[in-house]
């Protein structure tokens, strides 16, 4: 009978993996509650750029975010793999279900903790709080592991907030 090695370097998480603007991210699977086709979305006055709407979630009022608008890159085009990633966070002791949109969704992958860098440090003007890790990958790829809390919560809370959802039914 061998032994089983449950260091921590050994073991493994998993992760979904997608595109934005050519790069790739992952977040937990477990905070991944679906993966959605772009639907109609309800515009909300008054709300950040990077927030594209409210979509209705077997009848629940579900924010959708461009994920590309909230980490400062392009917005996101709409295309025929661009997705919304349902993801599900805790905001201010409540578990809250947020729409992310993203260039595509490419795989779940098993990542194991030896494979994950820490996250280099830029400076101290340099915000990267929001960032687990870097995911090695072959050919001297990373992919860029999102605290997906920090996220969707940094900024925008009270605007989400003060969301109405009876106003949108």
């Given amino acids: ?68 608008q909230k980490l400062t890159l392009d917005p996101i085009e709409n295309t025929k793999n661009t997705c919304i990633l349902i993801v599900e966070i805790e905001m201010d002791g409540a578990l809250v279900e947020m729409g992310m949109l993203t260039d595509s969704v490419q795989m779940v992958l098993d990542l194991p903790s030896a494979d994950i860098e820490p996250v280099p440090q830029m400076g101290n003007t340099m915000n990267t709080d929001f960032v687990k890790g870097m995911g090695r990958q072959a ?17 925008g809370r009270e605007a989400l907030n003060d969301m109405n959802p009876d106003s949108f039914m």
């Fill in 1 to 68: 009978m061998t032994a089983i090695d449950t260091s921590s370097q050994h073991q493994a998480a998993q992760y979904l993996t997608f595109i934005l603007r050519d790069e790739g991210f992952a977040v937990e699977i477990a905070r991944v509650r679906e993966v959605l086709d772009v639907s109609t979305m309800t515009k909300i006055p008054r709300m950040p750029e990077y927030i594209s709407g409210v979509i209705n979630l077997r009848g629940s009022v579900v924010p959708v975010m461009d994920l590309g």
């Fill in 139 to 155: 050919e001297g790829k990373f992919l860029i592991i999102l605290d997906i809390e920090k996220v969707l919560t940094s900024e």
